[in-house]
């Protein structure tokens, strides 16, 4: 049922209107960004158009059939084939082989869809990132959706709309999916017991929108990092002396600990903004919410021009090491740099 699944209140009412008036399109695009839940309610949809027992047109979530359609969800990365299969054999996903979506891959969803369905009452085939169809497959996939029986149904997911071949963004009705709240995300993590209390709600906060992101962020790591980048950050509200900032810098760009080094200059930016927004508003909406009070604390004392400054050297920094220059010395220069901005 729809219910299960989070946010896109807006998706889930049209696709609710499609089934109630049984006009399900042949062809569909679920548009957004990774995470938000269009694989997920692309197999609702096809749940509902196969359930045994439906409860008035949704999906019972009970039945053999839906039980194997929802399976797919977790057909591993490494499935072979031009289109996976899951244990219900009307349901298929397609995902690019390698960079992209194969001519072959188009015309294989082209045969199956003539076929009638073996034992639901629809044939849906979801195709991931179909953004990634070169012209010849788009072309292959064109004549499908011209021509597929009405007992066909094809859900391409992309992030990227725009990269979709005019001809077949024309062809399909879309769907807009949109990024997640933070309240969402947070309340789906305690109701499925992923992550509570203070946990669940700073996933949800460093999540961005995504689901997938706040399930598998690994939140010791990020505090970890957020801590070495708060010690900075309080130096520089203080304006403390220059040794502990390059002995800071020298941590930060630590060349044994090349991996941590982007999620940190992340984690400065989010407490950058995190402590500007307390210092316009004490009870602001914040990221880090659980050190709240050592935020507001260095707050205190630095305008506005310093805040800004320092996300502009953030900036700055991040464009150069695009370039390549030697990362140990940005980072001296960053630091010094934040530190010599003044009130
Ligand atoms: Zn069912």
């Known amino acids: ?56 047109v949704e999906a019972c979530d009970e039945c053999s059939a839906c039980v194997r359609i929802a399976r797919l969800a977790n057909a591993s990365d490494e499935a072979t084939g031009l289109i996976t299969w899951g244990e219900h054999q009307d349901v298929g996903l397609v995902r690019p082989e390698k960079r992209f979506i194969t001519v072959d891959q188009a015309r294989a969803v082209e045969r199956e869809t003539n076929f009638r369905p073996y034992e639901g009452r629809a044939r849906v085939i979801i195709i991931e990132e179909a953004d990634r ?3 010849q497959a788009g072309n292959a996939l064109l004549k ?44 789906y993590l305690v109701k499925h ?9 700073l996933a949800a906060q460093l999540a961005q929108g995504r689901l997938g992101r706040a399930l598998s962020l690994n939140l010791d790591q990020y505090r ?30 630590d060349a044994k600990r090349k991996d941590v080094y982007e999620p940190s200059l992340d984690a400065l930016e989010l407490l ?26 260095l707050s205190g004392g630095v305008t506005n021009r310093r805040f800004t400054a320092w996300l502009a050297s953030i900036e700055e920094l991040r464009a150069q090491l695009a370039v390549n220059v030697n990362r140990r010395i940005a980072t001296d220069a960053l630091l010094l740099s934040m530190a010599a901005i003044p009130a």
């Open 1 to 56: 049922m729809f219910d299960q699944l989070i946010g896109n209140e807006r998706a889930r009412a049209v696709l609710r209107r499609m089934l109630e008036q049984r006009r399900v399109p042949g062809a569909l695009i679920f548009a957004g960004e990774e995470g938000v839940g269009k694989k997920l309610f692309a197999l609702e949809l096809a749940k509902a158009l196969n359930c045994r027992t439906p409860r008035g």
């Open 193 to 201: 017991k992923q992550r509570a209390g203070t946990e669940a709600r």
């Open 224 to 253: 970890e990092q957020r801590d070495a980048m708060l010690t900075v950050l309080e130096a520089l509200a203080a304006r403390s002396d220059r040794v502990q900032l390059l002995r800071a810098a020298e941590d930060l760009s």
């Open 133 to 135: 169809m070169n012209a």
């Open 272 to 297: 950058i903004h995190d402590a500007w927004r307390l210092a316009l508003d004490p009870k602001a909406e914040i990221v880090n919410d659980d050190i709240r009070e050592r935020l507001t604390r």
């Open 144 to 187: 499908t959706l011209e021509e597929a029986p009405p007992s066909a149904h094809l859900i391409l997911l992309t992030t990227r709309t725009a990269s979709l071949l005019p001809t077949i963004r024309s062809r399909c009705q879309l769907i807009r999916f949109a990024p997640l709240t933070a309240g969402e995300i947070e309340a």
